[in-house]
């Protein structure tokens, strides 16, 4: 049984700001918001317990086509949750504690993950306009084609929630979906489409970016990282700003079904996860939560809904 995860990401902390936001991109130089119960829970993240650093063999996907023998994952770079001690645990123990493709480690607020019922409740182009009711919420983002209303429809089990288009930048505004009358996914516009025009673009960084800074009842944002593709420097920005910003992240690498073969010179999805991982490593203090997706096989589809729900059930009690 798989329990599930918790607290904000402690994206909090940037190192070295070496990535330049270009306004192209992504483009937000702004003064960092006030900290709040959400984004103090990465920083209390980073002070679990730890005895030692020795690899340890990460839990994967049962999928077929993934290599028989376990990455394995130094504890430095796993994802302790707030409230959650492991300095007692011998390795085989605590590898069972994280949650299968990813370097999140289980805590106690595993509940009421399942989704029920969902449902589209209203889109907004301005953060004003979002639902008023105080319900927590998760936001999607990533870049154009990644696969983000394909993962939202797998998370709620529905093939048209949220309508895929073979077209990128379809979604141009902040889409809320309620679930279980409980707390809501959003859906975000995609960046990095350049055949969106300018004007455009720039309306979409804006709202996002007030969206990010200003929405009180924003728990996380799950940053989506096509990893069946080399590593791509829009992705690494944005991820750097949202550190730089201290909004609270969870990096959902998608499309890890797709397996490249070497003799044409492609990588596997865990080799450009990794590569990922190691250009971000330098820009924050700690490692930040990650789980490896595929909207066709649903892998990483529970690991979400419970890691969303550990953050969940964390911030509604604090």
């Known amino acids: 049984m798989i329990l599930a995860q918790l607290p904000?990401?402690?994206?909090?902390?940037?190192?070295?700001?070496?990535?330049?936001l270009s306004s192209s991109h992504f483009n937000f130089l702004n003064p960092k918001p006030p900290v709040t119960?959400?984004?103090?829970?990465?920083?209390?993240?980073?002070?679990?317990?730890?005895?030692?650093?020795?690899?340890?063999?990460?839990?994967?996907?049962?999928?077929?086509?993934?290599?028989?023998?376990?990455?394995?994952?130094?504890?430095?770079?796993?994802?302790?949750?707030?409230?959650?001690?492991?300095?007692?645990?011998?390795?085989?123990?605590?590898?069972?504690r994280i949650l299968k493709g990813s370097n999140i480690v289980l805590s106690k607020y595993a509940r009421d993950a399942q989704v029920v019922q969902a449902d589209y409740v209203k889109s907004s182009v301005k953060t004003e306009d979002c639902p008023a009711d105080g319900l927590p919420e998760f936001a999607l983002v990533g870049r154009s084609n990644v696969g983000k209303?394909?993962?939202?429809?797998?998370?709620?089990?529905?093939?048209?929630?949220?309508?895929?288009?073979?077209?990128?930048?379809?979604?141009?505004?902040?889409?809320?979906?309620?679930?279980n009358d409980k707390w809501y996914l959003v859906d975000l516009p995609g960046y990095g489409y350049a055949s969106a025009p300018h004007e455009l673009k720039q309306d979409w960084n804006k709202f996002t970016k007030d969206y990010f800074l200003n929405r009180s009842t924003l728990v996380s944002v799950f940053l989506l990282v096509d990893a069946s593709i080399p590593v791509k420097q829009i992705?690494?920005?944005?991820?750097?700003?949202?550190?730089?910003?201290?909004?609270?992240?969870?990096?959902i690498f998608t499309k890890c079904d797709k397996r490249k073969k070497k003799k044409n010179g492609g990588?596997?999805?865990?080799?450009?996860?990794?590569?990922?991982?190691?250009?971000?490593?330098?820009?924050?203090?700690?490692?930040?939560?990650?789980?490896?997706?595929?909207?066709?096989?649903?892998?990483?589809?529970?690991?979400?809904?419970?890691?969303?729900?550990?953050?969940?059930?964390?911030?509604?009690?604090?």
Request: proline fraction near 8%; charge should be neutral.
């Open 235 to 251: 992705d690494l920005e944005y991820a750097s700003w949202l550190g730089q910003n201290q909004v609270p992240m969870t990096l």
């Open 37 to 96: 119960v959400a984004r103090t829970l990465f920083s209390l993240a980073s002070k679990s317990n730890l005895a030692t650093v020795e690899p340890l063999p990460l839990p994967v996907s049962d999928s077929s086509d993934l290599d028989d023998a376990p990455v394995e994952i130094s504890l430095d770079k796993l994802f302790i949750p707030p409230e959650t001690d492991v300095s007692g645990y011998d390795p085989a123990s605590l590898t069972a």
């Open 8 to 20: 904000r990401l402690h994206l909090s902390i940037l190192a070295k700001p070496s990535f330049s």
């Open 267 to 318: 990588k596997k999805p865990e080799e450009n996860i990794k590569e990922f991982q190691d250009l971000i490593q330098g820009f924050f203090e700690t490692t930040p939560p990650w789980i490896m997706t595929s909207s066709v096989t649903n892998q990483g589809r529970d690991e979400i809904l419970l890691h969303m729900a550990q953050l969940r059930n964390y911030w509604l009690k604090h």
């Open 149 to 179: 209303s394909s993962l939202l429809n797998s998370l709620v089990r529905r093939k048209r929630l949220a309508l895929t288009s073979k077209k990128p930048g379809k979604t141009q505004c902040i889409n809320h979906f309620r679930i």
